[in-house]
């Protein structure tokens, strides 16, 4: 194949989007397929500018440190480009010889893609463009999951049990914790925290998925329910939580506070439950938010989701090279004991503007929890390194 990869990030970085470039970087030099190995800076932004690196001459010692470093190597954006601007891209493709273009992220990107390898087929210009799936959300359809996911789900469960052990250590004190953490109107982050729980006394004691709203009333019912009964509460909620009304609990901010996809940027969720708690049930409460940590933080990457990323930078490269265009690697899963996955793809008119949120049969029945069948899920994922196990001396309730 002659011409040049070309190859992006976007969206939110996370702890493995590295591995997926350099599973594709490496790829790509095994077959010795293509006139040049370029990476494009700050994601579309860079896209429209031209603003690329050189890639196929990194060496294997950088390629290695870069599979294992977090964020976003090339850079980022959550630019939307227009039809008039992919337009425009094409014809800087066609300049610069570019025949191959692989984009690393999750649902937005792929909605990139799409279009671009649409509007190529409409003009007959010769171009693979390949989606490679990225996100801590979890949400992307047509795949098990998503490269990120694994990561993420490891960081919110050791989180989860750290944090509720400062609660346990002065319920008197605080005895309300909520944790709010990311993955937007999916609940996949949020059913991660409960891997780490043993016993009905260990947290979390009370999810709010966005996939179950809550009126006010009721989420202050349980929360007095569980105080009653274990003397303290943990609770682990949705940043985007909404009511039964579909009130954002958080700060919706004006009609314009919103991405460039359209994406409704929600402020506050925790603080404002804490608020209400304490308001309504007289229980002092405080809020952990981890924030971008838990999303690229190397502390918790799980070494399953490191591989898998790598590998599905690889299928993006071995796709092209088939003559494929207009599809997202995907992965799917063999087995849960033992875990096993490969990698597969997926038209991409079936992933762009679609969300796969957490099915019901993964939720129990009153909303509150994970079953059996989201653990049997969630814990390959995770990776075989052992979670903390931690001990109690005494009485756990006071």
Not at 117 to 145: C, F, G, W, Y
Not at 159 to 174: F, L
Not at 321 to 337: A, F, I, K
Not at 352 to 359: G, M
């Amino acid at each position: 194949m002659a011409g040049t990869l070309l190859i992006g990030q976007a969206g939110g970085a996370t702890a493995v989007i590295n591995s997926s470039l350099v599973g594709a970087i490496r790829e790509a030099q095994r077959h010795e397929s293509f006139d040049g190995i370029w990476g494009i800076r700050w994601g579309a932004e860079g896209l429209l500018q031209g603003d690329f690196i050189e890639l196929g001459s990194l060496p294997p010692d950088t390629l290695t440190a870069l599979s294992g470093t977090p964020g976003a190597a090339l850079g980022s954006s959550r630019r939307k480009l227009s039809d008039e601007e992919v337009d425009v891209l094409l014809d800087l493709f066609r300049r610069r010889e570019i025949r191959t273009f692989l984009f690393i992220g999750g649902n937005d990107s792929a909605d990139t893609v799409h279009r671009v390898a649409q509007l190529a087929s409409d003009r007959n210009q010769e171009l693979q463009a390949i989606a490679v799936p990225k996100t801590i959300d979890n949400d992307l359809p047509m795949t098990d999951h998503s490269p990120g996911y694994g990561s993420i789900a490891r960081y919110i469960t050791i989180a989860t049990m750290d944090s509720a052990k400062d609660t346990e250590s002065m319920p008197t004190m605080y005895p309300v914790k909520v944790i709010e953490v990311m993955g937007r109107d999916a609940g996949w982050v949020v059913a991660a925290s409960t891997l780490g729980k043993r016993e009905s006394h260990d947290a979390p004691h009370l999810l709010c998925l966005p996939e179950r709203r809550v009126s006010p009333e009721n989420l202050l019912r349980d929360v007095a329910r569980i105080h009653q009964e274990f003397g303290r509460v943990v609770a682990v909620v949705a940043e985007t939580l909404r009511d039964d009304q579909g009130r954002p609990f958080g700060d919706p901010g004006s009609s314009e506070d919103r991405d460039p996809f359209g994406h409704p940027l929600i402020r506050g969720t925790a603080a404002a439950l804490c608020r209400l708690i304490q308001k309504e049930l007289g229980l002092r409460a405080r809020y952990d938010k981890p924030g971008s940590l838990q999303r690229m933080s190397m502390l918790c990457a799980s070494s399953v989701d490191l591989r898998e990323a790598d590998e599905v930078g690889r299928a993006a490269v071995r796709l092209a090279l088939d003559g494929q265009t207009d599809r997202m690697v995907t992965l799917v899963r063999d087995g849960d004991e033992p875990y096993g996955c490969h990698t597969d793809s997926a038209s991409l008119a079936n992933v762009a503007n679609r969300q796969r949120v957490v099915p019901d049969n993964f939720i129990t029945a009153d909303g509150k929890g994970t079953t059996e069948a989201f653990h049997r899920y969630g814990f390959p994922l995770v990776g075989p390194e052992p979670l903390p196990r931690y001990v109690r001396l005494g009485d756990v309730q006071r």
